[in-house]
């Protein structure tokens, strides 16, 4: 079976990559022509763990290639995946511009008999729309959508060991060309269910709604947390003990960000007002997580007593999740924003070392590890998750410190634990006050 995915973004890429290690052709495709010759070089663009190894392994095997060709690329391929970007716009709709230019790009070179996945998350109706836009061109095909449940960081895990696969299909062509192309996962019992195009389209907006809506309510109950002398740590493992609710996605922290979350609810906002339908859950959720950024940033002014113009803040992890080098819709770029306007000296370690946070805070110092961005600092502030800063070695931390101020926005420490090490501690969903040691 001959594959071909257009756009190689996280979607695109680990998908195009995977689809080669279960041992189909696959050729990968963008337009922009420096990004193919990374690629096909075995660099790739994106920092996401295992990939690299896979790609140069089945490039070497000769399943895998790079072309910006698109044209020649869909020629004969079985299945051409479209994974190309659908960012917002500042009405908060999807912009389908870069779906609609790849498909007027193959419409004329298509294979006839290929059936043309849709990946790229699209607003519902969008597929049979693209149907439509192929029919006014003389094009006939099948048009299947496939939502993509990817989490950066853990892609190529989430693509071989998925929870499920949603496939809209509407024919029984395309339902037997997927099964062959997913057939792989069968042999975990991963559930592939099969639905109308509308359906699948719905379901990619709806699971991310739910999981942003998660995160949010818990983000709510840590303030409420912060106001009774509850522990939000401990009320979200009693909570997720509950198999009706479930324990991931409960982690109270700066509020979410990324390339998916806050696209898709604002796209999910803005199609159900066209359809006159009322989401105020949905509609909450995102000006709740908006105003989340500020109440971060309230949170570390009042740690330092107002008090940060000419102060070393020592910022560890700024990438919106860890295990990721992606910086779109950080909280971290509002909240370090924000101290740099109060006149704090900023000083950033990440352990991606993202090129797009350098681009984004050009006027910082930037650490070389954790120990060594905290020399001289009033305070420290913990934004991003990453592993290596759950086991920090406070008391070496203590003596690099000017002022021992821990301000940790993903409540990763036992307080005691702080408190014993001689810093004072302020967190997320425990104590409105800073505890003092
Ligand atoms: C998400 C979806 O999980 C994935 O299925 C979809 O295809 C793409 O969007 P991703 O954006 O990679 O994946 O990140 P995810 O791990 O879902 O986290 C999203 C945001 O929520 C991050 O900012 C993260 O820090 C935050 N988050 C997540 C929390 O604050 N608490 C949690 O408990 C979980």
Redesign the pocket.
Known sequence: MKITVIGTGYVGLVSGVCFSEFGFDVVCVDNDVEKIIALQMGNIPIYEPGLGKLLLKNTKAGRLSFTSDTRVSVKDANIVFIAVGTPSKSDGSADLSHVYQAIDDLASSINKDAVLVIKSTVPVGTTRAIKKFLLDRGVELDVVFNP?????GAAVEDFMHPDRVILGVESEKAKQVLSHAYRPLYVFNIPIIFTSLETAELSKYA??AF?AMK?TFINEIANLCECCGADVNEVALAMGLDKRIGDQ???A?PG??????PKDTSALEDFADKLGVDMPLVNETIRSNENRRGKMVEKILRACDYDIKGKNISVLGVT??AETDDMRDSPSIDIVSELIKHGANIRIYDPSFSEQAKKIFSNVIWGKNAYDNCNDADAVVIITDWSEFKALNLKELRNRVKNPLLIDLRSMYPVSEVMSSGFSYCSVGRYFEKLEF
Do not use: A, D, T
């Open positions: 993509e449940f990817l989490k950066e699971s991310n999981l995160v996605f409960l982690q922290g979410y960000g990324g390339s998916c979350f919106f999740k």
